[in-house]
Nanobody, 120 residues
């Protein structure tokens, strides 16, 4: 199973970006999907997550600015980011809890990350 992010880039403060994450490989079921970020010199932190039934959860600093969504038919997760701030600058990682096949339990999968830079 692989996760692949897309949509990162550079944007000015107040701008918007949309991140997407696609899964590939053997996937029997996916529970929670989400996004984490890691800024230089800091630990990786959760940003937003969404359950299979569509219930979202957001880190306090992004509430009202970021919107997470998923498509269970395509096994994808996206995050619309608006009103971006310089402190949002980080590498953003896609995360999914996946049961790849009947023989395996739930496993934690990560994408390779996509850079988001907010600067004027």
């Amino acid at each position: 199973v692989h996760l692949m992010e897309s949509g990162g880039g550079m944007v000015q403060p107040g701008g918007s970006l949309r991140l997407s994450c696609a899964t590939s490989g053997s996937v029997l079921a996916i529970t929670t999907m989400g996004w984490y970020r890691q800024a230089p010199g800091k630990l990786r932190e959760p940003v937003a997550s969404i359950t299979r039934d569509g219930t979202p959860n957001y880190e306090d600093s992004v509430k009202g600015r970021f919107t997470i969504s998923r498509d269970n038919t395509k096994n994808t997760v996206s995050m619309q980011m608006t009103s971006l701030r310089p402190e949002d600058t980080a590498v953003y990682y896609c995360n999914a809890i996946i049961k790849p096949n009947w023989e395996s339990g739930l496993r934690d999968y990560w994408g390779q990350g996509t850079q988001v830079t907010v600067a004027s």
